[in-house]
């Protein structure tokens, strides 16, 4: 089936810093999701984007936070800076419509120090 | 709150037996509900989802029933296989499916 890929599969970096974390989604799908987990807990929604803008974010999704897809490019989450509590898996989705099935990448898997 | 709770974590099946994961729901305004498996890669995949407006719906081994009421959904796999063996995960959206509220998972395991 379709496939969305996720780069890097794995991050660690210290406390403070930036890190952005790379999506790419399946090719013709025009809405695109990220969602968190914290080891031992459930996958959490962040975020929403569509038409190259935030359709909605939950209230994980910090000020630290932000996401863009620069002309077809990778859809991105980035984080200035990184907390403690940011350490978790980052999972990416992208679906063609806001009501069809989502499709969920591996997952990024972040550890701040 | 939890939103969307698998309160079995864990379940064990002999192989070609029934497996039956359930999950209840808080938000009455979810109108679609769905299942998912996590492969080895970890990413969660669809297995089947339902609206709101049927009660039941049936794919090959998969039956998904939703108890709408009670609040309550749940999946039947027929024939259990090892392959079946995962981490299933109920999920939950309104509206549309921007936004979907997943369960904490049950991991599955199908003995031979």
């Known amino acids: 089936g379709p496939k969305v890929l996720q780069i890097p599969s794995h991050q660690i970096i210290d406390m403070g810093q930036m890190v952005t974390l790379n999506c790419d989604p399946v090719?013709?799908?025009?809405?695109f999701y990220w969602y968190k987990q914290i080891l031992g807990q459930q996958m959490e929604f962040l975020v929403n984007f569509y038409n190259g803008k935030v359709m909605e974010k939950s209230k994980l999704f910090k000020d630290q936070f932000s996401v863009e897809r620069p002309d077809g490019s990778y859809f991105t989450l980035k984080i200035q800076p990184t907390a403690l509590e940011d350490s978790a898996v980052y999972f990416c989705?992208?679906?063609?419509?806001?009501?069809?099935?989502?499709?969920f990448g591996p997952g990024t898997r972040l550890l701040v120090l | 709150g939890q939103q969307v709770k698998q309160s079995s974590p864990s379940l064990t099946v002999q192989e070609g037996g029934i497996s039956i994961l359930n999950c209840d729901y808080e938000n009455d305004m979810f109108d679609y509900f769905a299942w998912y498996k996590k492969y080895p890669d970890n990413s969660p995949t669809l297995l089947i989802s339902?609206?709101?407006?049927?009660d039941k719906r049936e794919d090959g081994r998969l039956t998904v029933f939703l108890n709408k009421s009670g609040k309550h959904f749940s999946l039947h796999i027929t024939a259990s296989q090892p392959e079946d063996t995962a981490v299933y995960l109920c999920a939950a959206g309104a509206g549309g499916n921007e936004k979907i509220t997943f369960g904490a998972g049950t991991k599955l395991t199908i003995k031979p």
């Open positions: 989705a992208s679906s063609f419509t806001g009501i069809d099935t989502q499709y």
């Open positions: 339902v609206r709101s407006n049927v």
């Open positions: 090719s013709n799908h025009l809405y």
